[in-house]
């Protein structure tokens, strides 16, 4: 292979990457390609190539197809800045803002798309290689995939509220070996990263948010790591999602609002959720779905409390307060040592005068749920004009709260053989004590054995 | 916006990078904003730039001052060698030395200062900016900033021992979003990294060590982390300190002596310390005050040994050992599969003749303490002339020690309700049986049913 | 220091890098070295230097010996795919395969051995520096390291199975400070990462796989970080080795079969091993050996089932059953909270007939395991020619199984004065009730006070 491996979409003579960074970048991959030639001679063979985005705004108007090992993208800035609390200021003030848009080293997402359109074609990264071996080490690093605007989509909503724009950030379509997604930015895609099939993946240190979807693993797949991302999806859409994962270890995230879920696990054994800062409006935050077994949820932080934002109030996710904050349909699972803390309006409470449930068992066998605790707490529900200080005033608000009657533990009947221990007391749990193991959290001036 | 995203203050025509880096960083963001205008024509604007700083030395004489979002300040090195060990090696032998300063991509903080200039005056990085939207996504990665020197302050130390030299890394005076701070090198400064009223800020992957203080989050603020570090403050100051932080993600840090405390909350709620080591020479590693409640602390490593190091000899961060390791004063707090390594020599402990604490809850109530354990050791101290194998000899010695009479938990009567687990043997913990709920760790040759 | 402290291989005049990029590498060191010169005039000095290596192949003929500090080498792309998957492809299918080799900014390790060499003269980076102070941030970052071939050792195995080539990716001779190895590939190499004697080292981001064993802590050492890595060393060696290494924290590691051990501590203290999900094909995960002591195992993820792919059939590290996934030689350590899967197939436990034994306990005192979960199923073994999709069914098969009889815990009679609980129930728990405390996991049907 002669020549360099390394460009700048800025220096490339094909295109314009200010117009369209798409084609740049395919005229790239192809000059790689041409480059490029299968040989097992001197060991040698298809090193890839580094393709630079430097700061600056570049209009995406052509999908990037990748069908190549090796190669990495990067740029020099994540980029973030809220689109979402940019569009529900009022057009009047937008002329005393700092900036309007994201920043840093910017895809513009702007590719024309029609109705019928199948979701991969609102990639504006689209990889995809059968064959063998595994298309492995693709690299994107540092740079921003802005999706722009939100559309309508006949709601009475917002349209920069809806989450809709049929926008991928990145779409893996294949099988995958040893991908790494760092330092990222990606902000009003209605979908941000979608990968199927994933071996070995690293999603690792992105700002993730104010996308209808943020982390979706697809197909099947297995050890590869969701570790340390800012992460945060619309009301419609997870912020992480696996289906028939093995092996998937999901830690050190800060998850925010307002995803419908903040984990969302369908058909997935032997996973960690561990160690994360989980927040909500809505109940549903972690769901293990679909058989989804032997897997540890541990050490994590949950929190659900209301919305407090005013352009939002109103929304959310269609689950009531029976639903769980965590829900398990699946065996052997163990839930350790999570706090949770539930911070709601008790009039909002939804069926009217049910008591809230915090874990639920609803299928399954075997599970292994051991000191957990939750604190519940009844506050009046108040919101604001300002996304940030409304939201820090309700997370640092624990004084108002009167105490508020929770179900610690629900087990369903449909869910047999599992032990709870020093997860609730007694009143706190729900359960068959002839078909499940039970130990309740000692009562204040008990002293225990 | 016309013209390159991309500067290295080597190749900056204004200034002299090596005599004032700062006056060329700050004629190089007057060039950003000058290329920048405010436009929402084309969904394009304001995308930032990104600095390089390559290894090397620069001294800065002028602080650097960043009003605008997206700009990145990028070096090639976290360049941290241990000044203290250096400073503390008699002049004579300085010859002998391979090198004598901290080095890659290295800020050398030459700012001057006088007595009554407030704090941020001693700051090398000084971001501030008023109006909205919040300044973001302002990222500092792999360089070094050294503060030189300590200075005297009047004590008798040695005045690289003093962690007082009025000067700061990086400053934050605002309201932010989004900010990135990843693979730097903090050294010799009195405080490395302020940060005020930070959202979704992440302090990943750094090396901050030798400085006064090390992360402080202050103001109020929401949904950052702080992980992977390595961080170790002096004795006057805080490895990590956050006030008024809501959905803080503290974990997977190696925090080694000798901060006056290793993590210190301050009216923080609902926020994770979890899955860190962490290493002190006084008691008082984690602090929750103020009423900081809700929080997860759990999975993370206490050890509490003696100062090893000649040169420390004598110092600490004045609290005594009734204080506890962790502790506790806010309400609904979870402390679960933590453990705890107290190894001290018995004729050190104040005050004289006391029992040690290790968990002690001072105020508020509902507090979840579980499945922790606690080991105790008496052993004679040592010191040495070399901090490392000083250090590394004490950590490692495990089979000279005694046991050591501990009180496991401690609740002190203005602290109500709680729940203490499998945490302590009865005779461990002190506490009004009738006020909590209490089950002792069951004892040797008892099987509990 | 004048001049340019960034070098590239590929433009530096002397040598030729794809012929032999060692030899270019230490010419650019002796450079930086004539360029540096001691002096404490004007706080300045040695700030190293950066080596950026594009992507594309690059021969080491000749070892790269480094003994400055400061250095940075970095690339652009950690360049895995899996070498054993295609060289267990028959030859006449390679010209069908995309690509034959690892990619990136590769290392071809290409250094002429013969058999009486000692260990470190197979290393691609050697570091070596006595004296006054320790050799301290040299960063290694996104690149790959790529051993070529193993070679056969009189095995009847395949030779690209044996993991034996003499070959070391970076070897690390001296007691060393603040080093950062960051965001590389290794592969192919009997020993990917060779330390000795770190201080605060930081292993973060990397893929180290198909390695004889990938990371190793030699000597002694203390307060580093093994963290967010991939792993999967050879069934010869270890994924994750450490001896007499103090405050040593590894965490949010996705460490994947085949290594003999996941983690393998040998008079370790202090440390911990949280929140890491580990997958074997053998007994003996993570052995804590040697007077390990006071460390902390907790929130991890285990899961031990069976070699799935037909090219390794037959081959393990040859422990039986009765090892224990966790061993512990060693007093005071915590284990807690941790999931355990083991699913195997009855007729090939070993020895014939016996109870698999899942935590063990062998000697020392004081150990302290609570809030363990353990699974074990009784699954049919089989096998495919396909790594990835065999290695998928095998994890995402839970329903098959049939329950299998473990022994949770087993505590020899040399391990005395442990607490052991809610880790198994007495019929799963062996241990000497007079001389351990012990409280069985409830029974279903149970109630617990």
Redo the contacts between chains.
């Keep these: 292979?002669t020549g360099?491996?390394?460009y700048d979409v800025?220096a490339w003579p094909v295109g314009d990457p200010a117009e369209d960074v798409g084609e740049v970048i395919n005229s790239i991959i192809a000059d790689i390609k041409g480059r490029q030639a299968?040989?097992?001679e001197n060991?040698?063979?298809?090193?890839?190539?580094?393709i630079y985005i430097?700061?600056?705004?570049f209009r995406l108007r052509t999908q990037v197809v990748i069908d190549i090992?090796?190669l990495?993208i990067?740029g020099?800035?994540?980029?973030?800045?809220?689109s979402s609390?940019?569009f529900n200021?009022p057009e009047d003030?937008?002329?005393?803002?700092?900036?309007?848009?994201?920043?840093?080293?910017?895809i513009?997402v702007d590719i024309p798309l029609s109705e019928e359109d199948e979701e991969s074609k609102g990639a504006a990264f689209y990889i995809e290689?059968s064959?063998?071996?595994?298309?492995?080490?693709v690299?994107f690093s540092n740079f921003c995939i802005d999706g722009?605007h939100f559309n309508p989509d006949g709601s009475e909503m917002h349209p920069a509220n809806t989450y809709v724009n049929c926008k991928t950030g990145i779409y893996v379509a294949n099988?995958n070996?040893?991908f790494?997604i760092?330092?990222m930015?990606f902000v009003y895609l209605e979908h941000a990263l979608t990968i199927y099939h994933a071996?070995?993946l690293?999603v690792?240190?992105n700002?993730v948010?104010e996308c209808g979807s943020c982390i979706e693993l697809r197909g099947?797949?297995?050890?590869?790591?969701i570790?340390?991302n800012?992460i945060g999806a619309g009301f419609k859409g997870h912020s992480i999602y696996a289906e028939?994962h093995?092996?998937?270890?999901i830690?050190?995230n800060?998850i925010?609002p307002r995803g419908a879920s903040s984990v969302y696990l369908k058909?997935v054994?032997?996973?960690?959720v561990?160690?994360?800062?989980l927040?909500s409006f809505y109940p549903g935050m972690v769901v293990l779905e679909a058989?989804s077994?032997?897997?540890?949820v541990?050490?994590?932080?949950f929190?659900r409390d209301h919305e407090p934002w005013t352009p939002f109030l109103g929304v959310d996710n269609g689950l009531d307060d029976l639903y769980g904050l965590l829900c398990v349909s699946g065996?052997?699972n163990?839930v350790?040592?999570?706090?949770f803390?539930e911070v709601i309006d008790s009039q909002s409470i939804r069926p009217t005068g049910a008591t809230p449930v915090i874990i639920r068992l609803t299928a399954g066998s075997?599970n292994?749920v051991?000191?957990n605790?939750v604190?519940a707490m009844d506050v009046r529900a108040k919101s604001g004009d300002s996304a940030?200080s409304a939201?820090?005033d309700?997370?640092?608000t624990?004084?108002a709260g009167d105490g508020l009657a929770v179900t610690a533990v629900m087990v369903n009947t449909e869910s047999v053989?599992n032990?709870i221990?020093?997860s609730g007391s007694d009143a706190q749990v729900v359960l068959d004590?002839?078909?499940?193991?039970?130990?309740?959290?000692?009562?204040?001036?008990?002293?225990?054995?």
């Design positions: 292979m360099s491996n390394r800025t299968v040989t097992d060991e040698g063979g298809k090193p890839g190539a580094v430097p700061p600056g705004d090992s090796f990495r990067e020099s800035g994540h980029g973030f800045t809220s609390i940019r200021v003030e937008w002329p005393d803002l700092h900036e309007l848009w994201p920043g840093g080293s910017r513009l290689r064959g063998s071996p595994r298309i492995s080490s690299e722009l099988a070996d040893s790494r760092t330092g930015g071996d070995a690293s690792h240190d700002f948010a099947w797949g297995q050890a590869s790591k570790t340390d800012l028939n093995g092996g998937l270890l830690t050190a800060n925010f058909g054994t032997r996973s960690s561990t160690n994360n800062r927040h058989n077994s032997e897997n540890l541990a050490s994590n932080h929190l065996s052997q163990s350790i040592g999570n706090h803390s075997g292994y051991a000191s605790h604190v940030f939201q820090v309700a997370l640092l624990t004084e053989r032990t221990l020093d004590k002839a078909d499940n193991a039970f130990r309740a959290t000692p009562a204040i001036g008990s002293k225990s054995a």
